[in-house]
């Protein structure tokens, strides 16, 4: 098991969505801002890339519904690997209708589809600043 969450170089965002043109538009805009990122096609890959590189990944952006071990279960996953990694959700359902229940994971923030660029800024400054 890795070290929780401590800061010092965790620069890298881990963007976890079955969508291929999801991730790249997710690592381009991310990118644009000088944000390195990695992506991850599925829950299973996100974790093993999370268990490999937990040390670097400052915070993960990971869709909500996606084929085989969807976000909750990915989000849990995670979480048993480091309990404190900030975790930003990410789904074409209204935030509300999700809020009760995510709440109770401690999740960071949600983003929904399609993205508002401005909202992933600040999603994304906001987390890698508290890390810095």
């Excluded at 390195?36 to 915070?59: C, D, K, N, P, Q």
């Excluded at 849990?76 to 709440?103: F, H, M, Q, T």
Aim: a negative charge; proline letters at 4%.
């Amino acid at each position: 098991m890795h070290e929780p969450s401590t800061g010092g170089s965790r620069n890298l965002v881990l963007i976890v969505d079955d969508e291929r043109e999801v991730r790249l538009l997710l690592q381009d805009l991310l990118a644009r801002d000088g944000i390195r990122s990695i992506g991850a096609f599925s829950g299973e890959a996100a974790l093993e890339v999370f268990h490999a590189r937990s040390s670097e990944i400052g915070f993960v952006i990971l869709d909500l519904t996606m084929p085989g071990m969807g976000g909750l279960e990915t989000l849990k996953g995670l979480r048993g690997i480091d309990p404190a990694v900030p975790v930003v959700l990410c789904s074409g359902a209204l935030e509300n209708d999700l809020a009760g229940g995510v709440e109770e994971l401690g999740i960071e923030g949600f983003l929904a589809k399609p993205f508002e660029l401005r909202r992933l800024r600040e999603t994304s400054r906001r987390l890698l600043a508290r890390l810095a």
